[in-house]
């Protein structure tokens, strides 16, 4: 997760960036900032992960 995290982090306008676990389930990925959700999206399957929202 820390993968995810270091790729979002760099994006500009990203203040912060976790990834908060849940057992079982999805993790949940918490960004701060004014960064594009496009942008954010595409870091995260760059890294290798899949991105779904709510």
Request: aromatic share 4%; charged share 20%; net charge negative.
């Amino acid at each position: 997760m820390k993968t995810v995290e270091k790729a979002v982090s760099a994006l500009d306008g990203v203040e912060s960036a976790s990834v908060e676990l849940v057992p079982g389930g999805r993790s949940r990925l918490v960004v701060g900032g004014t960064a594009d959700g496009a942008a954010v999206r595409e870091a995260v399957t760059s890294a290798g992960y899949t991105f779904t929202s709510n």
